[in-house]
């Protein structure tokens, strides 16, 4: 734990079920009106909406289900490593679409409506990718949600080792030289994910300002058992149903891990970590230095926010702005208010973050190559 959130634990500890999280204070701006007014307009459409994601969302979740149904029935008929490759890359980004579109989303009770059905269909839909649901839950509403891009409170920000994301980490030598090595680092994130990085965290007390007690020991049988799973019907099953050698099965699974990294990883660095973003260090009183709406937008970009294509397989990760602003809100209605959010941010002549997937990924490069040049 850093000193700026040693200075404020204590009595702003709360403990919510198995772990307890350290809250800070956002500044209170009198003048700051922008969010207010905003509220008013999304509550006033999502009314007219009735809220749901409505015959889109039913649309959207029909089609994906087709394509990892048809994704698996071409990994399990492959006669050769062609058609098995093929099969894996449609059924891993079949799964990450699941993901992006319905887990995300789930996760915040922002689906269908039913905290309880949200609930299933996110640990079903997440541990379906092979990590495990229950610690990303916590870590993405109880710590990145709330503060994002605030060190030592952004549990995101914690990377360590090969990548400094933010101006505040401690550089090594080798940061001068992640914008080279960072696209090929990332292809292995998934795996990384699969194999280590869940099973890191389940014994890490504390990790940015949340800190663990003792973790329910059927959190610690899911972990295993869905990893299990995952493997089963990944490799095991096409494995045995196909009769293709071993070798090529896990040849294959590996390649469809590095693309399916390579995707996803920018696909979450684009929405906070690119030049125009920015990080913060708390103050001395461990007060945030605006107000909590000003922060969302601070730190956050969107990436073709207003195209149907990139709604359908980025679900709210391209209109991350309304997002973070909006975070109980279904997906499918982003696109309409981001327009709202553009429009109430130029009236208080607020800045509006916006690039296309490309120019996101050379932003990304660039702020690593600025953060590891800085003097060490």
């Not at 809250?23 to 999502?46: H, M």
């Not at 397989?313 to 553009?342: D, E, Q, S, W």
């Not at 916006?354 to 990924?361: A, C, D, E, H, T």
Request: glycine fraction near 6%; proline fraction near 3%.
């Amino acid at each position: 734990m850093g000193a700026p959130l040693r200075r404020i634990s204590g009595s702003l500890n709360v403990w919510v079920m198995s772990f307890k999280t350290a809250k800070l204070k956002f500044a209170v701006s009198e003048n700051e009106t922008f969010y207010d007014d905003l509220k008013k307009e999304v509550n006033a459409y999502l009314h007219a909406k009735r809220g749901t994601g409505g015959n889109l969302l039913i649309i959207k979740a029909v089609a994906y289900c087709a394509c990892l149904f048809v994704s698996y029935i071409m990994l399990v008929q492959a006669e050769n490593y062609i058609q098995l490759q093929i099969g894996y890359w449609a059924l891993g980004f079949s799964s990450i679409g699941c993901a992006l579109n319905f887990a995300h989303d789930a996760a915040h009770h922002a689906l269908t409506g039913n905290k309880k059905l949200d609930d299933i269909i996110f640990e079903i839909v997440f541990n379906w990718q092979g990590a495990n649901g229950y610690l990303w839950k916590i870590r993405h509403n109880h710590s990145h949600h709330v503060y994002p891009n605030v060190d030592d409170c952004d549990a995101d920000l914690e990377v360590n080792g090969p990548i400094a994301l933010s101006p505040n980490q401690r550089l090594r030598w080798y940061h001068k030289y992640q914008h080279i090595y960072a696209p090929f680092a990332y292809m292995f994130y998934t795996l990384l994910w699969l194999f280590y990085k869940d099973f890191r965290l389940f014994f890490s007390h504390k990790q940015a300002n949340i800190v663990f007690a003792k973790h329910p020991t059927i959190e610690w049988i899911k972990l295993f058992a869905y990893k299990g799973m995952y493997l089963c019907v990944f490799i095991l099953i096409p494995w045995q149903i196909t009769g293709l050698a071993i070798q090529i099965m896990l040849l294959s699974f590996v390649v469809m891990h590095l693309l399916l990294s390579f995707f996803l990883l920018f696909t979450f660095l684009i929405s906070h970590y690119v030049e125009r973003v920015r990080f913060t260090d708390l103050a001395h009183d461990g007060r945030l230095e605006c107000s909590w709406a000003r922060h969302q937008v601070n730190v956050s970009v969107d990436f073709h926010a207003e195209e149907l294509w990139a709604s359908w397989l980025f679900g709210g990760f391209n209109t991350h702005v309304a997002h973070h602003l909006f975070p109980k809100v279904c997906h499918v209605h982003y696109p309409h208010i981001t327009r709202m959010i553009r429009l109430k941010l130029s009236e208080h002549k607020i800045p509006y973050q916006s690039l296309n997937y490309f120019q996101g990924m050379a932003s990304h490069l660039k702020l690593l190559k600025a953060l590891g040049n800085r003097q060490q």
